[in-house]
């Protein structure tokens, strides 16, 4: 890139190599998260706009049950930003189901031009950079950006019949039956804006060359690291920059070694560390064994429990960064590794 | 959208309800095609860059082929555009496959921060229009985009066994084993640009209830038809506004249907319309059926055929417009309609 030129080619947000420092911070205007009853019982019970108590949502198939939880979330953050649907420009959506069903058929009523957008359980993070990188650069004044996943749709497609009450290893992860939902708007429209978006760092693909898909954590582990030690740099900070740095779903076995990783980098970040996998479940009483996980995961997370606190002032600046474990039943039966990705945003209080 | 103040907010750019006009519209600076031996001994088999004789790619598995498709077409779009790796910041790619997995073991050794796209057959539009977002919005000043699919790997994640030997009713498409790469640049680095992306209109999803997976050309006609439709009143024009009004694989049944809605909404774009899917093979000695299909028929076909022909002034400006169906084989098996998607491109010749 020219330096000389690029603010007169209005490249004047990009920082360093996958960095971009928004104009004008997209504003969070609402938030919504829905959940099953499962994450309803855990830690994060209270914090969640509706928990679901039938995990088919009155539909026929665990997918339609999925699409449905994505339709009512969606409908709920529209509800609760004020706006009317048609101010809303474009829908930003993913999950973890091969073809993306879940966001297809749980998108469709709603009539948005839509975005299909894939990053395993990273989608949240990827989707909003995406919707921030469209409301920031004037292509929309509203865009509304969901994920999802579903405990059942998720065993069906990944691993097992649930019929046949499989065996899990520690550190194995229990994907959450939960949805989230942001509307991010170009200005704010009279209320108190969750957050704003000041900036996003985009992943790369991350190959350790791990072959377990019962231990996505340590699979997620080093593109977290990876994503994390880039926003450093490209920004020119260290850890203390955040209050609150939030993984998506690294679970126990993937947050030590984060930990220990990030340690001998030269960063400590345990004390202002948390992942959204670990705080979802109660790992003792609820059987999760590592964690949650799944797009919905740290979806519903930041909707219902870390969005209100950077509103509420609690934390002023946070690095808010899923994770995503890159592989299929085809790849993995093939032999192939699971290679990770981590997408991260900047979500920052806005002061008065 | 208070209008009075669009202009202040930097919303300029939209166009109605679904459409953009891009303020500073990207350069393609360079396009590169390959494609398998089917696709080469096709009608188009000179205009590709490449013909791989090897359906393998030297690979073991038929994911890895396309994988290997993937990153073979990638650098050689990067060679074309005369630029360094390090001069391109992001990386849109999409396939057909589950967990996008061509895509992620594809683009993996090219390290790009990158954004994984699912928009079935349509994801070369909208990862394009992704693509000219962000350069436009100044958020990049190179990325690059691609997608891919191939015969095999699809069959086998929709359909039969290659073994089983399958009778394929004559509505049914042929996936084409392809890929395109496209450079997006925010300005014009010495040599002649293949054309520039003025404008975009991003499809909504149209579920007209069809339930057979082997007529996908119908149940994607009705979205290029509503994206269409929608792209011309958003800008205010009509079929006679594009020299050339291009689809991605609706083949010729698709393409009866959309003739015939359209002539009834008093729009006859007979004379200006063509099919990537039913241009790439010759359906009688081919034995292709209704034509071609997948993420790579469109993706190739731009970049071999239909953007030299843009650069060359035969075509001054065409509407792409991809179309893909919305369909896993859990949603098909479970009894769920194929809805269709179409993501439309306005590509504009350059003078001079």
Known sequence: MNGENSSADGLKKLRGKASLCFGEPPFILAAASVVGKKEGEGPLGECFDRIEMDSMLGQKTWE????????????????????????????????LLA????????????????????????????????GAMTVDGGFAEHVIVTASSHFASAEKQFRFPLEYGNQRPYSATWTVTGCGSVILSKRNSGGKPLARITGMTTGKIIDMQFKDSMNMGA???????????????????????????????????GKRLLLDY?????????????????????????????????????????????????????????????????????????????PGIAHAVVLEHMEG
């Open 219 to 253: 699979a997620m582990a080093m593109a977290a690291l990876d994503t994390m030690v880039q926003n450093f740099r490209d920004f020119g900070v260290n850890e203390t920059h955040y209050d609150k740095i939030i993984t998506g779903d690294l679970g126990q076995v």
């Open 262 to 338: 990030l340690f001998k980098a030269g960063y400590d970040i345990e004390s202002r560390y948390m992942d959204c996998g670990i705080e979802i479940f109660d790992e003792q009483t609820q059987d999760t064994h590592a964690g949650g996980s799944g797009c919905g995961c740290s979806a519903s997370v930041l909707c219902g429990y870390i969005l209100p606190k950077i509103r509420d002032g609690v934390w002023k600046r946070v690095l808010f960064l899923p994770t995503g474990a890159l592989l299929s039943t085809v790849s993995f039966n093939e032999g192939q590794s699971v």
């Open 99 to 130: 073809q993306l069903i879940a966001t297809s058929f749980g998108s469709m009523d709603l009539e948005f031009p839509m975005f299909g957008i894939y990053g395993a359980c990273s989608t949240m993070g990827e989707a909003m950079g995406l």
């Open 64 to 95: 339609q049950a999925e699409s449905e939880l994505q339709t009512r979330t969606s409908k709920l953050a529209i509800e609760k930003s004020g706006l009317k649907k048609e101010d809303i420009r474009y829908y930003f959506g993913g999950d």
